[in-house]
């Protein structure tokens, strides 16, 4: 049988979208097909490796609409964005001309034959504002059909009020008559969420957000997309087969269930975990055993999340504590599926895993979250309106789940070493 690789079923950094394994969501599809039809510029956030990159490329690409991207992440190295945009606009133009001559003929006939003299003069043009240029170039490329530069990695722009203000400067010319006729829009993709309440610290903000439009969160998959999508690639696409282990229980249906666990149905980290899974298979005839899966998970976890262990480490309770609150607090916003979480809904839930310790007691949650918020490696932080927090890096949700273990039947928390947790 003649199969597909597995990389070119499972592509965590594709540089395309791999319509074969793109999980269609048709909320998020119709509010940024409507956006694109709004005169606005437009925003794109969610959690890292969430989909949002497949998805504008995705619907730009069917609607044949050009674009080019910015990256964030070289904000800092330029120094500001006007020197990124200027490092773009060189890429896209290398030998773009920046003089011109003017050549003049004078007839001479003095004291010399007749004839013409020429007289050459060099003018140099004057540089445009970097934003202009660029946004005249994307025009001339988009055949004087509508276009967009996308901003990706903004989250590396927010934190700093300079830059935000340059941005914001950027945005206000949507509507100027000079930038408009060039029909150049910005689409803003980051982490951050609501966005547009970082815009509140400068004076303009008003009138930034009411240049702007947010489409909803792109978030996490849903279980049942995730482990559809885990199916597809294993067993629709590479021809995969699953060897059953009933002694331990493994079978098709617990390795989608693990897949879509410990991968918090984060796309990017479900392509990467599959990818490691299937590159593995290939030697074993495409069967996907018990024994293989739980080594490649295990490589997967120390490959993808070492970064996060000594994070991790550093906010848990010692595990000789006998109701390591602390510990309790992060096994259970580890099993929340949304990515934010109040403290009342952190404390509700937590109340309901540990009946038996919490019976009576003040827990003070918001304390707790507070602390796991601050320090120089925080595991979650609070929104932009402070009310309510989230997980700095889905890795860190991951983390909780792969290290901590409610104890069957009792109140308390095993804190598992790195290397050895497996349970789900």
Same mark, same amino acid.
């Given at each position: 049988?003649?199969?597909?690789?597995?990389?070119?079923? +499972?592509?965590?950094?594709?540089?395309?979208?791999?319509?074969?394994?793109?999980?269609?969501?048709?909320?998020? #599809?119709?509010?940024?097909?409507?956006? /694109?039809?709004?005169?606005?510029?437009?925003?794109?956030? $969610?959690?890292?490796?969430?989909?949002?990159?497949?998805?504008?490329?995705?619907?730009?690409?069917?609607?044949?609409?050009?674009?080019?991207?910015?990256?964030?992440?070289?904000?800092?190295?330029?120094?500001?964005?006007?020197?990124?945009?200027?490092?773009?606009?060189?890429?896209?133009?290398?030998?773009?001309?920046?003089?011109? #001559?003017?050549?003049?003929?004078?007839?001479?006939?003095?004291?010399?034959?007749?004839?013409?003299?020429?007289?050459?003069?060099? =003018?140099? &043009?004057?540089?445009? #504002?970097?934003?202009?240029?660029?946004?005249?170039?994307?025009?001339?490329?988009?055949?004087?059909?509508?276009?967009?530069?996308?901003? #990706?990695?903004?989250?590396?722009?927010?934190?700093?009020?300079?830059?935000?203000?340059?941005?914001?400067?950027?945005?206000?010319?949507?509507?100027?008559?000079?930038?408009?006729?060039?029909?150049?829009?910005?689409?803003?993709?980051?982490?951050?969420?609501?966005?547009?309440? =970082?815009?509140?610290?400068?004076d303009s903000s008003q009138t930034i957000i009411n240049r702007t439009q947010e489409i909803p969160e792109v978030s996490v998959l849903l279980s049942a997309d995730a482990k559809a999508l885990v199916k597809r690639g294993f067993f629709d696409l590479l021809k995969a087969k699953c060897l059953v282990d009933p002694a331990k229980g493994f079978d098709e249906g617990y390795l989608l269930n693990a897949i879509s666990? +410990?991968?918090?149905?984060?796309?990017?980290?479900?392509?990467?975990?599959?990818?490691?899974?299937?590159?593995?298979?290939?030697?074993?005839?495409?069967?996907?055993?018990?024994?293989?899966?739980?080594?490649?998970?295990?490589?997967?976890?120390?490959?993808?999340?070492?970064?996060?262990?000594?994070?991790?480490?550093?906010?848990?309770?010692?595990?000789?504590?006998?109701?390591?609150?602390?510990?309790?607090?992060?096994?259970?916003?580890?099993?929340?599926?949304?990515?934010?979480?109040?403290?009342?809904?952190?404390?509700?839930?937590?109340?309901?895993?540990?009946?038996?310790? @919490?019976?009576?007691? @003040? /827990?003070?949650?918001?304390?707790?979250?507070?602390?796991? &918020?601050?320090?120089?490696?925080?595991?979650?932080?609070?929104?932009?309106? $402070?009310t309510r927090f989230r997980f700095l890096d889905p890795k860190i949700k991951i983390m909780a789940r792969w290290i901590l273990v409610k104890d069957e039947g009792k109140d308390t928390i095993t804190v598992k070493k790195f290397d050895e947790s497996i349970k789900f």
């Open positions: 049988m003649r199969r597909l690789k597995a990389e070119s079923i +499972f592509t965590p950094k594709g540089n395309s979208v791999n319509e074969k394994m793109y999980v269609p969501r048709s909320e998020l #599809e119709t509010a940024f097909i409507k956006a /694109l039809r709004k005169p606005k510029h437009i925003i794109v956030h $969610g959690e890292s490796g969430c989909g949002k990159t497949w998805l504008y490329k995705k619907i730009l690409a069917e609607r044949k609409i050009k674009y080019e991207v910015l990256n964030a992440a070289t904000v800092n190295t330029a120094g500001s964005i006007s020197n990124a945009i200027r490092a773009l606009t060189a890429r896209l133009t290398p030998f773009e001309t920046k003089s011109y #001559e003017e050549r003049k003929g004078a007839t001479a006939s003095v004291g010399v034959a007749k004839g013409d003299l020429q007289h050459t003069r060099k =003018y140099d &043009a004057l540089p445009l #504002e970097p934003y202009l240029e660029l946004i005249r170039i994307l025009y001339r490329n988009a055949g004087a059909n509508d276009s967009f530069l996308v901003i #990706e990695n903004l989250e590396h722009i927010v934190k700093d009020e300079k830059l935000v203000r340059e941005l914001s400067s950027i945005l206000m010319y949507l509507d100027d008559s000079e930038y408009a006729k060039y029909k150049i829009r910005i689409i803003l993709v980051g982490t951050t969420s609501n966005l547009r309440d =970082y815009f509140s610290k400068i666990w +410990f991968s918090a149905n984060v796309p990017q980290y479900i392509h990467e975990l599959c990818l490691e899974l299937a590159l593995e298979i290939e030697a074993n005839n495409y069967i996907i055993t018990n024994e293989l899966y739980t080594q490649c998970l295990r490589n997967w976890v120390q490959e993808a999340l070492v970064s996060e262990n000594t994070r991790m480490e550093a906010h848990l309770n010692s595990k000789a504590t006998k109701h390591a609150r602390r510990n309790q607090v992060i096994f259970t916003i580890g099993l929340i599926s949304s990515n934010e979480f109040s403290a009342q809904e952190v404390e509700d839930s937590l109340r309901n895993r540990f009946p038996d310790s @919490t019976y009576g007691k @003040t /827990l003070n949650i918001p304390a707790i979250l507070n602390e796991l &918020a601050s320090g120089n490696s925080p595991l979650i932080r609070k929104t932009p309106k $402070g």
